[in-house]
């Protein structure tokens, strides 16, 4: 009798397991996580029993203390390090070192391979982040908001793809394609904005430091180094560095990822050679009397060929598969309920749509910048891409059915909160923390009316297009 719950328990965890990767396998389980976590941190943010505990969480001390046995030395690394800052420094780095390699990937192989593909959604992109950053300035120029013009200037890719996935073949696949790619370019652009215009004051012999470990870095990979671990030691070396020079720490990821080999350890030749060999003896080895199959010596064959299957991937390859579902459903998801919780009592004051002639109006300028900046951006510069011929329209693509796309764009959400907490500084504590709030809702009300208006303007683009076949 014992064993019925037993079976059924154990049924129930397989049955939870299967469901549960086919979720993280549906193109728009990362969108609906996210969403998720933006909803349970507002909640834990907000609700009496649970904002300060929420709050008090986020700014522990985390460090690890190094003492002498005679205290004469008390080391603390790193210091003035938060669980925030942890999520926001530490754990960031994981996620644009992803990027990095999607980018890196995407400009050796893919959609942004050669000039002639990778034109047309540049070009998009830098319409896409020049538009909002124009009208973000218009409004906030010369008051305390205007530092934060690089908040509307990002697209999120998980939110697009999640919401491109639900609308299905009413949009053309030419034209995911070309949202994927200019989502692409513009986190490129995202991270030079960051790096050039959101540090701190850059300490010149640290970043030589870091520049000279990159140089080795990079010598270390001409030089033909292939195995993982070396690289991981280096990157977390230019990680601490960058993080006390004043370039912001998650820069080390992308740079890092840039340094990786991209070359297999084993060519076709090699593989082909070796996969040959240890088959060979696997099957020679079969008349060894053993009563397990497997027997011993043909573990050993099975070990090599994994060995060498492994090792005929790049490392880049590699490293991307196995952090994308940590980076998708961990960390990103971790990332939103640290930075989305916004207590919305504490910015009440400030009207969200008021404009201040000190203060600006935060909320104004990234809300209007991600609905309205972004697709006239990407769309008045697609257009003049293409009048000019260094672009081409995307296959079976309206200029109605394109807009409404590039409304999309205006999806800002993960990269916008992300230099939200970086922007404001040099003001009181009260007002930067304020300011930083606005932004977070501006960007959450942003992203969600750009999402609704790219998908009811696809709806009627594709209405209007069935009407005219």
Not at 414 to 436: C, K, Q, Y
């Amino acid at each position: 009798m014992r064993l019925i719950p037993i079976y059924t328990w154990n049924k129930g965890i397989r049955n939870f397991d299967v469901r549960s990767k086919k979720f993280s396998k549906q193109p728009w389980a990362q969108g609906v996580l996210l969403l998720a976590c933006v909803v349970i941190a507002m909640l834990l943010a907000n609700l009496p029993f649970t904002k300060h505990l929420y709050h008090s969480f986020l700014e522990t001390t985390l460090t690890i203390k190094m003492a002498s046995p005679d205290g004469n030395i008390d080391l603390f690394f790193p210091r003035d390090m938060t669980v925030e800052k942890f999520i926001n420094d530490i754990l960031m780095v994981v996620f644009f070192f992803t990027v990095g390699l999607e980018i890196r990937r995407e400009i050796a192989y893919g959609e942004l391979s050669s000039p002639k593909k990778a034109m047309m959604p540049v070009i998009a992109a830098f319409g896409g982040v020049i538009a909002p950053a124009v009208i973000y300035t218009i409004i906030n120029h010369g008051t305390y908001a205007a530092s934060g013009w690089g908040i509307p200037t990002a697209t999120d890719i998980a939110f697009a793809v999640c919401i491109l996935s639900v609308l299905g073949d009413r949009v053309p696949v030419s034209l995911k394609v070309f949202l994927t790619a200019l989502a692409i370019a513009d986190d490129l652009i995202a991270i030079l904005v960051v790096a050039l215009f959101y540090g701190g004051t850059i300490k010149l012999g640290i970043l030589g430091i870091a520049l000279l470990v990159i140089v080795f870095t990079f010598l270390l990979r001409r030089l033909g180094e292939k195995s993982m671990l070396p690289y991981v030691l280096l990157a977390l070396v230019v990680w601490a560095l960058f993080y006390y020079s004043g370039i912001h720490a998650t820069m080390s990821g992308v740079v890092m990822a840039f340094l990786i080999p991209s070359t297999p350890r084993y060519n076709k030749s090699q593989f082909e050679h070796k996969w040959a060999k240890y088959t060979r003896r696997f099957d020679e080895f079969a008349s060894v009397p053993s009563m397990a199959f497997p027997n011993g010596p043909q573990r050993h064959c099975l070990k090599k060929l994994g060995k060498i299957g492994i090792g005929s991937m790049d490392m880049t390859y590699r490293l991307e598969t196995a952090l994308s579902p940590w980076v998708n459903f961990l960390i990103m998801p971790v990332f939103a309920l640290a930075n989305a919780g916004v207590e919305i009592a504490d910015v009440s004051y400030f009207n969200v749509f008021r404009f201040d002639p000190v203060l600006g109006s935060v909320s104004m300028g990234i809300f209007l910048g991600l609905l309205l900046g972004k697709p006239v951006g990407i769309t008045l510069f697609s257009w003049v891409a293409i009048k000019c011929k260094v672009g081409e329209m995307p296959a079976k693509a309206t200029w109605p059915m394109f807009f409404a796309v590039a409304c999309l764009g205006g999806i800002g959400f993960t990269m916008s909160i992300f230099v939200d907490t970086l922007s404001f500084g040099g003001h009181s504590p009260e007002i930067m923390n304020a300011m930083r709030d606005m932004g977070k809702i501006a960007v959450l009300m942003g992203s969600i009316c750009a999402g609704i208006l790219g998908s009811v303007l696809v709806n009627v683009a594709g209405k209007f297009e069935n009407r005219k076949k």
